[in-house]
């Protein structure tokens, strides 16, 4: 899609649809333009209380140079932020693609209690992630084909100001190869293909350096935990680290870790027929660590992070691996494999373990669709966020507030880590009961941490929504892209 700018609604050219701002007051809705050419067509729905200028709000009137003129309500005006901007946009541009329109018309809001930028990019990362489509295998009618917008104009904007709106689009193109990702084959979306994608960041910035580790690489390294979870699989596993150095005058580094199951069979734990078809999603959060560095690199931030994917699929096969039998990764713990299907938690293990001893990061988050015990606890909006730092654990909720990439807290509660006692190595790979199963996951990745700054983010239930919504048109969400961009742009450097 195509983003212009006009100064004023003179310098419009004429579109399918303008879309004109109202905020929600007592008496009846304000306007957040100028209003002069539309009183007359306006006034009708006003009058009659038909609109009222509620949040995503949606009223077509008829007569102006576009021929259709949507009235958009905005709600009240001390509820208005970024995050707001974004989903009621959205809302419209669901609508428009429905109705088949190819063009638009924006009149930017005025005197609105949040800045340009915010704004700008909120309405710009609507445009983007709305009309978001993955229509590769469809073929069959061009009716089943959804329609999309090829161009919007934003009204009231300085071409200047248009790098505000490709910052937006930066992100967005960030959470949309995320979403391919996610949403295409699994056969497809391979450890290798993962690995390729990875290494073409290297052509955005001369900052970025990418390292593949193949099967023998991490053979020679160890990953006793990664090999074992792809024992079953047909295809080679892959170790992927993407280095960024965006600041050289800087020691301070982050680590950014995404759990990389391109398939989850559940192993010889086999999964029910009824919990296959969407464990394609199980890389996720891998494929949320690559649009974030996709990203990071596009918008040349100062800031070092490296960010590693354990790709492999959990297979089924007579080498799989096997419950009751005793593995030791890289961080040379021996883990007793009590249930296969809980094999992201190992492939991070060994990433956790590789993160600490060669590379000494300040900080690690990592992010995974790891339990469904979290989609259970808080649902598909909301993802669960673990941390052993305060200021870590407080920073992300802040970007979360921001973006809408929503966090809860959970607890780290030590006394659930008896679960995790073996009889015959250092852990186990799942607790005792079915109860806190996402808290028990956490405290099994903290054995692997030490004393380093870490938060662990499980996106189980907003990874792949069982409907499409809000902006998200298709179940793959792209969660964590925009979360983790804005926590490294805001990203304050701890003192020496």
């Known amino acids: 899609m195509k983003i212009t700018a006009a100064q004023n609604q003179n ?38 209380k038909d609109f009222e200028g509620k949040e995503s709000q949606i009223s077509v009137v008829y007569g102006a140079k576009e021929k259709r003129v949507i009235l958009l309500g905005l709600g009240k005006p001390d509820k208005i932020d970024e995050f707001h ?54 073929h069959s009618t061009k009716n089943e084909v959804a329609s999309y917008l090829k161009s919007a104009c934003l009204i009231g904007v300085e071409k200047k100001e248009l790098a505000l709106v490709h910052k937006g689009k930066i992100i967005a193109d960030g959470v949309n190869l995320t979403r391919d990702l996610v949403n295409n084959n699994a056969d497809d979306e391979t450890p290798q293909n993962l690995a390729k994608i990875a290494k073409s960041f290297e052509k955005i910035s001369k900052k970025v350096k990418v390292i593949i580790f193949d099967k023998k690489k991490i053979e020679q390294e160890k990953m006793g935990l990664l090999l074992a979870v792809n024992k ?69 931030l100062k800031v070092n992070v490296t960010a590693l994917v354990p790709a492999t699929e959990n297979s089924i096969g007579s080498k799989s691996y096997k419950p009751g039998d005793v593995y030791v990764g890289l961080g040379n713990k021996s883990v007793e494999v009590k249930n296969t299907d809980a094999e992201g938690r190992l492939i991070l293990a060994d990433a956790l373990s590789y993160a600490v001893e060669k590379l000494k990061p300040n900080r690690i988050i990592d992010i995974a669709s790891l339990t469904g015990a979290c989609v259970v606890a808080l649902g598909e909006d909301v993802a669960g966020l673990f941390s052993n730092n305060e200021k870590l654990a407080k920073d992300l909720i802040a970007a979360s507030n921001k973006t809408g990439d929503h966090l809860w807290r959970l607890p780290l509660y030590k006394d659930y880590k008896k679960q995790l006692k073996s009889d015959i190595a250092d852990l186990k790979n799942i607790g005792n009961a079915r109860e806190a199963g996402a808290i028990t996951a956490a405290l099994f990745l903290e054995e692997f941490v030490e004393k380093v700054d870490w938060a662990h983010i499980d996106i189980g239930g907003p990874c792949f929504l069982s409907k499409p919504k809000g902006l998200h048109p298709t179940h793959a969400t792209g969660v964590g892209v925009r979360l983790l961009t804005y926590f490294f742009e805001n990203l304050s450097i701890k003192p020496a």
């Open 11 to 48: 310098q419009r050219k004429i579109a399918d649809y303008l879309i004109i701002p109202f905020i929600e007051e007592k008496k009846k809705p304000k306007p957040l333009c100028a209003i002069g050419k539309f009183s007359n067509i306006i006034k009708g729905p006003i009058q009659s």
């Open 85 to 138: 901007i974004s989903l009621i946009y959205s809302e419209v541009v669901a609508f428009l693609k429905k109705r088949k329109a190819k063009t638009v018309n924006i009149i930017v809001p005025e005197k609105l209690n949040i800045s340009k930028e915010d704004l700008l990019k909120g309405i710009a990362e609507a445009l983007f992630l709305t009309n978001y489509g993955f229509d590769k295998f469809k």
């Open 232 to 300: 079953g699989s047909d295809k080679d596993p892959a170790f992927i680290i993407v280095h960024y150095h965006g600041d050289l005058d800087s020691e301070d580094h982050s680590v950014i870790i995404g759990k990389g199951i391109t398939y989850d069979s559940g192993g010889l734990s086999l999964k029910p027929s009824t919990g296959m078809d969407t464990m394609k999603s199980d890389m996720s959060g891998g494929a949320a660590i690559l649009g974030t560095m996709y990203t990071i690199a596009n918008l040349n």
